[in-house]
């Protein structure tokens, strides 16, 4: 009996988590809610009750949309020069929005890499 075990992709299976899909088969949507993952794939079948996002996606999420908002705010400052009050409006209408529009794509992004990787659980054919 060998134990070698067949390598999965990662880039695909980042791309399919980016876009809310089952890293197995890009098909099946892997949330039931906003972010509630689903316990399996509606289309293969993967069972993603394995699953160990945690905080993962919120520091992710803090990291990008800090540099962004961070040169948005250089950039506007620089080039407009609004009144604080309203700049501090928008960067924060902005940094919400931003927030919850990445949040569950990057939790996507995180399970789909540790079924890649074979981790807590996802060592398991669908």
Not at 103 to 112: Q, T, V
């Amino acid at each position: 009996m060998s134990d070698v075990v067949e390598e999965r992709e990662m880039k695909p299976a980042m791309w399919r988590g980016l876009k809310r899909k089952c890293p197995n088969c890009g098909q099946g949507s892997l949330f039931a809610g906003y972010l509630k993952t689903a316990d399996s794939c509606s289309h293969c079948g993967q069972d993603f009750t394995a699953h160990r996002a945690d905080d993962g996606p919120a520091y992710l999420t803090i990291l990008v949309v800090g540099h962004i908002i961070g040169f948005a705010m250089h950039f506007i400052w620089s080039a407009y020069r609004p009144d604080p009050l309203t700049m501090a409006l928008v960067l924060t209408a902005g940094s919400v929005a931003l927030s919850l529009w990445l949040l569950p794509r990057l939790k996507g992004m995180i399970i789909a890499i540790q079924w890649a990787k074979r981790m807590h659980g996802f060592g398991k054919e669908a």
